[in-house]
């Protein structure tokens, strides 16, 4: 029997997900948020799932909102057996939800009900969490809290950011997916409700969220600069310019200097004081107008910095 697939997704975490599902299953209908202006000179371009489906000659859809009676009722038109989603960044209605006969199913990046929302990869680093994982759920009417019907964990490294956390879980939500569909299209698989007290919520990230607080420990704002990179970036003033921090290393000696002070040049770039009285060494940036830069060059020479305090210390 061939079901009848509609998948629902919109960035770069997705499109490996609509890769696997339609070369194994084939995808009747694809679904994705609207094109958007990109760039300074904001052309109009489509998310990278849309891209995707088109290149893969998927009929694609795309509503600006997908609860709209307009909406609702195209996906109602298509009889589909099964709704899957992966990251497509609306909420689903309940009229929605009940037109497939299996359900609709979702990939989300997390082990559940840890980090249901928006960032669950940005979160996971940013909160010191040293396993993440990705859940296959049943979707509801609340947010990320349907029965889940299998997960697949992996470890989170100090050598992880959010961009190589993000791709390998990608990879294993598309592997995980395939490995779960013959047990939902045949009735034969578990579904386990969400422990409420295990709940916690990984709002998308702020632009509040961004801005590094160097009284904090090391550690903290290690987390705080992998947690972030490769996008949208932690950020700290120098000289009053805003200086974006994309890469950095593991704390290192202990410092008696004010946090948020440079205390250092090293041969990866700089070190800066934090609130714990240890330092990190910081090994990427990006001065407000600049290019991105390899720490070490962007202070080589510049003995001045030392000494330097860098944010809004208290």
Known sequence: MNETIIFMGTPDFSVP????LHGNHGVSMVISQPDKPVGRKRVLTPPPVAAAA?????????????????????IREMNPDIIITAAYGQILPK????IPRLGAVNVHASLLPRHRGGA????????GDRETGVSIMYMAEGLDSGDVISRSAVQITDDDNTGTLHDRL?????????ETLPSIFDGTNDRAPQDPAEVTVSPNISKEDERLDW???AR????????????????TMLDG??????????????????PGTITGITERGFTVACGDGRAVEVTEVQLSGKKKADAHHFAAGRQDLIGTVMGQVD
């Open 120 to 127: 669950p990869i940005h979160r996971a680093i940013l909160e």
């Open 215 to 217: 009284t904090q420990d």
């Open 54 to 74: 088109q290149e893969m000659g998927i009929p694609l859809f795309q509503p600006e909102r997908i609860g709209n009676s307009g909406a609702v009722e195209k």
């Open 95 to 98: 009229e929605l939800l009940d």
């Open 170 to 178: 990608s990879t294993i939500g598309a592997k995980l997916l395939l």
């Open 17 to 20: 997900v609509l890769r696997a």
């Open 241 to 258: 310019k805003r200086l974006k921090i994309y890469g950095a290393d593991k704390p290192v000696d202990s410092t008696a200097e004010m």
């Open 220 to 235: 903290t704002v290690f987390n705080h600069i992998r947690g972030l990179s490769p996008w949208p970036g932690a950020y």
